[in-house]
């Protein structure tokens, strides 16, 4: 059974660093380009990155970029996203998700973790 | 690309044949694919290249449309599909519409 289990939300103040992570199990991590996905409270989906299977590339949503990193070690199965300069505007359920083995789809979420950012 | 959903709210009853429709600001040649939210859950892929049924999903989920006009179809519409519905573009970068919350009459 394909599974994604998320960690290290909370809260935190504006312009502080937080970092998720994201643990895969039940597939062979390192053949899959992983995403971020976040959900504002009570609003709609947001991309916010990815990152092919070898991490050679890696794409930004405008809003996070140059403050966002992903990351991965396909040794640890884990994806990672280094959020710095945080927002009141950022917070968010984040998610990960599985792109689809042919075509640019999320085929596999987690259940998120929550990130919330306020003084 | 932007997508805009319509409608944002819909009350059906169990029985009805539900259509969502989704509308892309530029062409997105049927790189569309549908999401299905549940309260509380993560997001579920019912439907990818516009119209290709995700393994497991029920056939009364159904996708159709081309050019910048797209379209989820429940045909019996059942208890369990109440849910907030997204579409997706992956045909220039990627992109979720704002969703359509469908509810029980």
């Known amino acids: 059974e394909v599974q994604l289990v998320e960690s290290g939300g909370g809260l935190v103040q504006p312009g502080r660093s937080l970092k998720l992570s994201c643990v895969a199990s039940?597939?062979?991590?390192?053949?899959?380009?992983m995403n971020w996905i976040r959900q504002a409270p009570g609003k709609g989906l947001e991309w916010v990155a990815y990152i092919s299977s070898g991490s050679s590339y890696i794409y930004y949503a405008e809003t996070v970029k140059g403050r966002f990193t992903i990351s991965r070690d396909n040794a640890k199965n884990t994806l990672y996203l280094q959020m710095t300069s945080l927002r009141s505007e950022d917070t968010a359920l984040y998610y990960c998700a599985r792109r689809g083995w042919r075509w640019d789809v999320m085929d596999a979420w987690g259940q998120g973790a929550s990130v919330t950012v306020s003084s | 690309i932007q997508l805009t959903q319509s409608p944002s709210l819909l009350s059906a009853s169990v029985g009805d044949r539900v259509t969502l429709s989704c509308k892309g600001s530029q062409n997105i040649n049927n790189y569309l694919a549908w999401y299905q939210q549940k309260l509380g859950e993560a997001p579920k892929l019912l439907i990818y290249?516009?119209?290709s049924l995700q393994t497991g999903i029920p056939s009364r989920f159904s996708g159709s449309g081309s050019g910048t006009d797209y379209t989820l179809t429940i045909s019996s519409l059942q208890p369990e599909d109440v849910a907030t519905y997204f579409c997706?573009?992956?045909?220039?970068?990627?992109?979720f519409g704002g969703g359509t919350k469908l509810e029980l009459k």
């Open positions: 290249n516009t119209n």
């Open positions: 039940g597939f062979t991590f390192s053949n899959y380009g």
């Open positions: 997706y573009q992956y045909n220039n970068g990627w992109t």
